[in-house]
């Protein structure tokens, strides 16, 4: 028996890293999901590779229309959802000074604006009892010269969770926010082609190596599942220590 058996899952930005190792995780423990992208051929890859149990969406999760397809479709197909996961995010980094008006809305439409519409419309499709789970990144928490942006965007998450939980106790709904450190994404990937970067961020682990894709998402199915039912309002760091040194 699965920790997800019967369960439906939403999961934004799911095309590849963590969201997409959570949602052959979710599909392995029973869960039907459906996935978003912004590029139709990587949304396709990302099916693919998942193989069952799984419909792809494709739009922008910060566009409102393109939510309004999704929680469309999923109503469609199955009519409720229990487990919403935000992962789609973006992180360009700018020290004070340098950063544009351009940068600033940009990071905050996606990071935080689309987090939100995404919660608020998937809300009427919700089970009782249902979890929502946020992306956040310790970005938020660490104070790293380039990241302010990055970093406010993603802190807010946490202040919704805070408010979210009192507005949706009667409904017994949970709110928490996953907040990873360095995980070898593509993301991350990109950034380790300079040396010094790399060993910077691992050095930052007390195991001297950066986090997997599928850590994240363990993380992710224990605040999707039952098993987290006494767990809510929470900041979860799974960063290998980073934050705690």
Wanted: net charge negative; with cysteine.
């Amino acid at each position: 028996m699965g920790k997800l058996d019967g369960k439906v899952a939403v999961i934004t930005g799911a095309t590849s890293g963590m969201a997409l190792a959570g949602a052959k995780l979710f599909v392995e423990e029973g869960a039907y999901v459906f996935i978003t992208g912004r590029r139709q051929e990587a949304l396709d890859q990302a099916v693919a590779a998942i193989g069952r149990n799984v419909t792809g969406v494709q739009g922008d999760a910060a566009d409102l229309e393109d939510l309004d397809r999704l929680f469309e479709t999923v109503e469609r197909e199955k009519g409720s959802v229990d487990v919403l996961y935000t992962n789609a995010g973006i992180g360009p980094t700018a020290p004070l000074g340098a950063i544009t008006e351009e940068l600033f809305d940009e990071t905050f439409r996606v990071n935080t604006r689309g987090t939100l519409f995404a919660v608020q419309k998937a809300l009427p499709l919700f089970n009782d009892g249902g979890s929502i789970i946020m992306t956040a990144s310790n970005a938020s928490i660490k104070g790293w010269p380039g990241w302010s942006v990055y970093a406010g965007s993603k802190a807010a998450l946490h202040a919704f969770a805070r408010v979210w939980l009192a507005e949706l106790q009667d409904r017994r709904i949970r709110v928490n926010v996953l907040n990873p450190g360095p995980v070898e994404t593509a993301f991350i990937q990109a950034l380790l082609d300079v040396p010094a970067l790399k060993g910077q961020m691992e050095g930052m682990i007390p195991r001297g190596e950066l986090g997997q894709p599928r850590e994240v998402a363990s993380a992710a199915l224990f605040l999707a599942c039952d098993d987290s039912s006494f767990v809510n309002g929470q900041l979860v760091n799974v960063d290998g220590g980073a934050t705690a040194i």
